[in-house]
T-cell receptor, first 116, second 115 residues
Framework: AQTVTQSQPEMSVQEAETVTLSCTYD???????LFWYKQPPSRQMILVIR??????QNATENRFSVNFQKAAKSFSLKISDSQLGDAAMYFC?????????????FGTGTRLTIIP | GAGVSQSPRYKVAKRGQDVALRCDPI?????LFWYQQALGQGPEFLTY????????KSGLPSDRFFAERPEGSVSTLKIQRTQQEDSAVYLC?????????????FGNGTRLTVT
């Protein structure tokens, strides 16, 4: 079974600064997808960024980028130029690429606070 | 509607009551998932449908939990004889495809409180 670990329950960052959220995972599979989701108080999970395990290049979406280290099973999220609207719970998630194992496995989350 | 719709948004049940939570996925989406999110935790997988077929129910915590999607569209999660430990947010998600690269779209969840 796959597991996802987020070791930082809470993080804070000054507005306009950069912050990195950590995530490690454990799997015996070679092909999978990794995600970062944002959950504001509205409770809706919003996809922030996605990484395919077979791609060496780190994914980037505007101010959000990842550092994917497949051998180390590490998948951190970097948020640049932090904005007040970035404040939320952030969840790292794993999804197998193999048929019959379609579920997302989530970490326990990191609460991000933006300091004005 | 444009997104995944869940109802009710809030539900309060007395211990021992039965509840039914509804999920309207995005039209045409084949895959549908239910997750349970306890306070301060990440979502935990409950069950997965591909059209009307329930392909994975390994996450259902007990036989009090039952899910259905009879016509491959709307899904209902039913909890019988609710217990206090069932208090959580129940999230529904759907995707167009069945493979791992098909993006999941989440609803706003139903917050269940069992008193």
């Amino acid at each position: 079974a796959q597991t996802v670990t987020q070791s930082q329950p809470e993080m804070s960052v000054q507005e306009a600064e950069t912050v990195t959220l950590s995530c490690t995972y454990d799997t015996s599979e070679s092909d999978y997808y990794l995600f970062w989701y944002k959950q504001p108080p509205s409770r809706q999970m919003i996809l922030v960024i996605r990484q395919e395990a077979y791609k060496q290049q780190n994914a980037t979406e505007n101010r959000f980028s990842v550092n994917f280290q497949k051998a180390a099973k590490s998948f951190s999220l970097k948020i640049s130029d932090s904005q007040l609207g970035d404040a939320a719970m952030y969840f790292c998630a794993y999804r197998s690429a193999y048929f019959g194992n379609e579920k997302l496995t989530f970490g326990t989350g990191t609460r991000l606070t933006i300091i004005p | 509607g444009a997104g995944v719709s869940q109802s009710p948004r809030y539900k309060v049940a007395k211990r021992g009551q039965d509840v039914a939570l509804r999920c309207d996925p995005i039209s045409g989406h084949v895959s549908l998932f239910w997750y349970q999110q306890a306070l301060g935790q990440g979502p935990e997988f409950l069950t997965y449908f591909q059209n009307e077929a329930q392909l994975d129910k390994s996450g259902l915590p007990s036989d009090r939990f039952f899910a259905e999607r009879p016509e491959g569209s709307v899904s209902t999660l039913k909890i019988q004889r609710t217990q206090q430990e069932d208090s959580a947010v129940y999230l529904c998600a759907s995707s167009f495809g069945t493979s791992g690269d098909s993006p999941l779209h989440f609803g706003n969840g139903t917050r269940l409180t069992v008193t």
